[in-house]
């Protein structure tokens, strides 16, 4: 049977493995966040929140036209499946649209507008949606959100959770990114940022969403014949991070305080339509919203790097739609099976039925059982728009 897949889908097997040895090197947030986040920090408080940071980025490891005309140079009008050649020029588009972005980075605007491109900008909606949670209050316990464990003490954390799931990965450290975690999906390695002290609050957050969820589709992508499970379906990022961040309500995890960090970085986005400057955005977060001054910064940087990225707002979006999908009875796990997108759910469920893809091995540990106790949480979520 596994042969008879092979020979009745030769052309698209081809193609696929030629389109996974160009993509390879794609990897965004590897050229995207800068190497001097740290002194920048420094001398942008020493400017009393004016200078503008002067970040620098790693060097681009692709010959970029070589790649874009690779790209577009694939035989996609010899698939005969009529639905799968039109989901495999939506990948190439998209893919174009990351080389594009990662060419562009430190640029200004010119980035600015491959990331609009490629991950799209808050609406009003999302917008109002974001104020609406600032409007919520939590009495947090001090002890729980305590910095205590450095990147190293961190790394057992994440050891002893991920006994739960039947596979392997790496993890290294660095100086050298805006989030406090991550997982490289390529290289399948979790990188935690070795200038962060950690709390049990993160911990418990991190070790759900980047393992839980980055790590769970990485591994689970390639299984299928197909690669383009592991490099990504167009506007992926959307469902990955909502399914990340509906794992910690799952979980438990999630509290109106990281809510508000997801609100916070939906408005910095928005700040970026608006033409607003990296101080401008961070005073708009630390003055307006009295978001203190070091979050303030991160949350800035993360949006205003590489010259303007608007991913972060889809967090919220993302999770809202992963809520709304688990409250209508929706099946979570067809979107476990690698980095897929909701909005291409039953093309998914098609690549099953002819055997070119597989049902998901590994399924995240948290979508068992709801053990979210905080009805403000549910409340916040049941009435976003």
């Known amino acids: 049977m596994k042969q008879e897949i092979i020979t009745a889908n030769k052309t698209l097997l081809e193609i696929d493995a030629y389109l996974d040895t160009l993509v390879k090197k794609i990897e965004l947030l ?12 420094e001398r942008f408080f020493t400017s009393k929140y004016l200078s503008e940071p002067d970040f620098i980025y790693p060097n681009i490891g692709f010959d970029k036209f070589k790649l874009h005309k690779e790209l577009f140079s694939l035989p996609i009008k ?19 649209g990351l080389i ?6 430190g640029t ?25 949670i600032l409007h919520f209050e939590e ?34 450290h660095s100086e050298t990114m805006g989030a406090i975690a991550m997982v490289l999906n390529n290289q399948k390695t979790l990188v935690l940022n070795s200038n962060h002290t950690f709390s049990d609050n993160e911990i418990g957050v991190l070790t759900n969403h980047e393992i839980g969820v980055h790590m769970v589709t990485t591994m689970n992508a390639l299984l299928h014949p197909l690669k383009i499970f592991s490099h990504g379906f167009p506007n992926n990022v959307e469902t990955q991070e909502g399914l990340s961040v509906f794992s910690e309500y799952m979980s438990n995890n999630l509290t109106i305080k990281r809510l508000k960090e997801l609100a916070y970085r939906v408005l910095a986005v928005d700040s970026l339509a608006k033409g607003y400057s990296f101080s401008k955005t961070f005073r708009m977060l630390h003055s307006a919203y009295d978001l203190n001054k070091h979050d303030a910064f991160y949350i800035t940087t993360r949006t205003h790097r590489g010259g303007g990225f608007t991913k972060d707002y889809l967090y919220l979006t993302g999770l809202k739609k992963v809520y709304d999908l688990y409250k209508k009875g929706g099946d979570l796990d067809v979107l476990l099976t690698g980095k897929v997108s909701l909005e291409y759910k039953n093309d998914i469920e098609y690549l099953q039925e002819k055997g070119l893809a597989v049902k998901p091995k590994h399924i995240t540990d948290s979508f068992a059982e709801n053990n979210n106790t905080n009805k403000t949480i549910d409340f916040i979520l049941s009435n976003l728009k």
Do not use: M, W
């Open 30 to 41: 590897i050229y995207v966040n800068p190497i001097n986040i740290e002194s920048e920090k």
């Open 78 to 96: 010899k698939i005969e499946d009529e639905r799968l050649k039109n989901l495999y020029e939506d990948i190439i588009y998209f893919y174009s």
């Open 100 to 105: 594009q972005s990662i060419e562009t980075i």
């Open 108 to 132: 200004g605007r010119k980035f600015y507008y491959n990331s609009l491109h490629s991950f799209g900008t808050p609406t009003e909606l999302d917008v109002d949606n974001a104020k609406f």
């Open 139 to 172: 009495n947090l316990d001090a002890e729980h959100f305590k910095p205590k464990y450095s990147a190293i003490e961190t790394e057992q954390f994440f050891k002893d959770y991920s006994k739960r799931y039947d596979f392997s990965y790496s993890i290294t």
